[in-house]
């Protein structure tokens, strides 16, 4: 079991469920479905506590699509990389590897999105996944080191400087 | 395009029909129908994913008629139905879906956006308020922040309207005098 998935559950951002719900005033043609993509994601996490990942995947998907925001985004890309990381200790690789990718994709779309200032603990926390990726999936030390200490750049991640050390040992 | 907007239509004449869905599956046990229901809804947003909109349609279908209680499939199915731009069908199968569901602020939410890209003026801002009073007594203040900026959007687009109104007014009026004085120079 290489992948920290007790720390991602932790890690999965509650505040998401409220982000964007209160647009500021102003005229705008964009419908504001923050209030059925929250339902959709506390549905989303009901379904993953209970085990039930494609679903938990399916209803994170729809939230996102209706209301893509930053926090949405990271809690979509979190569940990926649960079930890559899933797919990957069942032995199936090129399932884990295709969810692991788009979790990729995601994270760096969260990353894009996120107010660097504001939300410094929520990109540190993007960057120690991506480095969990590359460390683990895609095993590549070199890149998974990178995204550690651009973690610890933003945020003093605990993971993160684990995690360093861990390469610098030479153990995974 | 024009197959899918037929699904959805479909799922227009089926809200409302909660109570007579319900009779139908009478007999079996609630619980049962219950998870059954939610199960069909989980694979509605599994066929979503899939791009398999025909497939979700009937899924949220099956889930209204085995459970008409829970209002979550109504919802997407209305929310589907904006995205097709089915904006009448939307309106009128979120205001049978109110009917079933007279204290739900999200129903009434979607109802409210429904009538406005429908152009319902006055159905789409008592369904706001509605939403938004629902959502007050329920002590929800983050949705009923929501449902306060889908009213002042309104509010806001309904004066910019008069405003553009009374310019075009003040203009034509002038252009009619400008006539009537140039006839009477004349």
Same mark, same amino acid.
């Given at each position: 079991?290489?992948?920290?998935?007790?720390?991602?559950?932790?890690?999965?951002?509650?505040?998401?469920?409220?982000?964007?719900?209160?647009?500021?005033?102003?005229?705008?043609?964009?419908?504001?479905?923050?209030?059925?993509?929250?339902?959709?994601?506390?549905?989303?996490?009901?379904?993953?506590?209970?085990?039930?990942?494609? %679903?938990?995947?399916?209803?994170?998907?729809?939230?996102?699509?209706?209301?893509?925001?930053?926090?949405?985004?990271?809690?979509?890309?979190?569940?990926?990389?649960?079930?890559?990381?899933? %797919?990957?200790?069942?032995?199936?690789?090129?399932?884990?590897?295709?969810?692991?990718?788009?979790?990729?994709?995601?994270?760096?779309?969260?990353?894009?999105?996120?107010?660097?200032?504001?939300?410094?603990?929520?990109?540190?926390?993007? +960057?120690?996944?991506?480095? %969990?990726?590359?460390?683990?999936?895609?095993?590549?030390?070199?890149?998974?080191?990178?995204? +550690?200490?651009?973690?610890?750049? +933003?945020?003093?991640?605990?993971?993160?400087?684990?995690?360093? %050390?861990?390469?610098?040992?030479?153990?995974? | 395009?024009?197959?899918?907007?037929?699904?959805?239509?479909?799922?227009?004449?089926?809200?409302?029909?909660?109570?007579?869905?319900?009779?139908?599956?009478?007999?079996?046990?609630?619980?049962?129908?219950?998870?059954?229901?939610? $199960?069909?809804?989980?694979?509605?947003?599994?066929?979503?994913?899939?791009?398999?909109?025909?497939?979700?349609?009937?899924?949220?279908?099956? @889930?209204?008629?085995?459970?008409?209680?829970?209002?979550?499939?109504?919802?997407?199915?209305?929310?589907?139905?904006? $995205? *097709?731009?089915?904006?009448?069908?939307?309106?009128?199968?979120?205001?049978?879906?109110?009917?079933?569901?007279?204290?739900?602020?999200?129903?009434?939410?979607?109802?409210?956006?429904?009538?406005?890209?429908?152009?319902?003026?006055?159905?789409?801002?008592?369904?706001?308020?509605? @939403?938004?009073?629902?959502?007050?007594?329920?002590?929800?203040?983050?949705?009923?922040?929501?449902?306060?900026?889908?009213?002042?959007?309104?509010?806001?687009?309904?004066?910019?309207?008069?405003? *553009?109104?009374?310019?075009?007014?003040?203009? *034509?009026?002038?252009?009619?005098?400008?006539?009537?004085?140039?006839?009477? $120079?004349?």
């Amino acid at each position: 079991m290489f992948f920290l998935l007790g720390l991602l559950f932790a890690c999965l951002v509650p505040g998401a469920l409220y982000a964007d719900a209160a647009p500021e005033g102003g005229v705008s043609s964009r419908i504001d479905y923050s209030i059925i993509a929250n339902r959709a994601e506390a549905q989303a996490i009901d379904a993953i506590e209970q085990g039930r990942m494609k %679903e938990g995947l399916a209803f994170m998907r729809y939230a996102l699509d209706l209301d893509p925001s930053a926090f949405r985004t990271l809690n979509y890309a979190s569940v990926l990389f649960a079930e890559g990381a899933s %797919e990957f200790d069942r032995g199936s690789k090129t399932l884990g590897h295709k969810l692991l990718k788009e979790a990729e994709n995601q994270l760096s779309r969260a990353i894009a999105d996120f107010d660097p200032q504001e939300h410094a603990v929520f990109v540190a926390h993007a +960057y120690f996944l991506l480095g %969990e990726i590359y460390l683990h999936g895609f095993s590549d030390p070199g890149l998974a080191q990178d995204f +550690y200490y651009r973690s610890i750049q +933003y945020h003093d991640n605990e993971p993160s400087r684990k995690a360093v %050390e861990g390469i610098r040992r030479g153990i995974k | 395009m024009k197959k899918i907007i037929a699904i959805l239509c479909l799922g227009v004449f089926l809200a409302g029909c909660g109570k007579s869905a319900q009779e139908q599956a009478g007999g079996g046990n609630d619980q049962q129908r219950q998870e059954a229901a939610k $199960k069909l809804f989980a694979q509605s947003m599994i066929f979503l994913q899939e791009k398999n909109l025909k497939a979700s349609v009937d899924s949220l279908k099956a @889930s209204i008629a085995l459970d008409p209680s829970d209002p979550n499939p109504y919802l997407v199915l209305g929310q589907l139905l904006i $995205k *097709a731009e089915e904006f009448d069908n939307a309106a009128q199968f979120l205001e049978n879906t109110a009917k079933t569901f007279p204290d739900n602020g999200t129903v009434y939410y979607m109802l409210s956006v429904a009538n406005r890209m429908a152009g319902n003026k006055l159905p789409s801002v008592l369904a706001a308020r509605r @939403s938004y009073e629902i959502f007050s007594a329920a002590g929800d203040q983050v949705n009923a922040r929501t449902s306060a900026a889908l009213l002042e959007e309104m509010i806001k687009e309904a004066q910019a309207a008069e405003e *553009a109104s009374k310019k075009a007014s003040a203009g *034509a009026l002038k252009a009619a005098e400008e006539l009537v004085l140039g006839d009477q $120079k004349k």
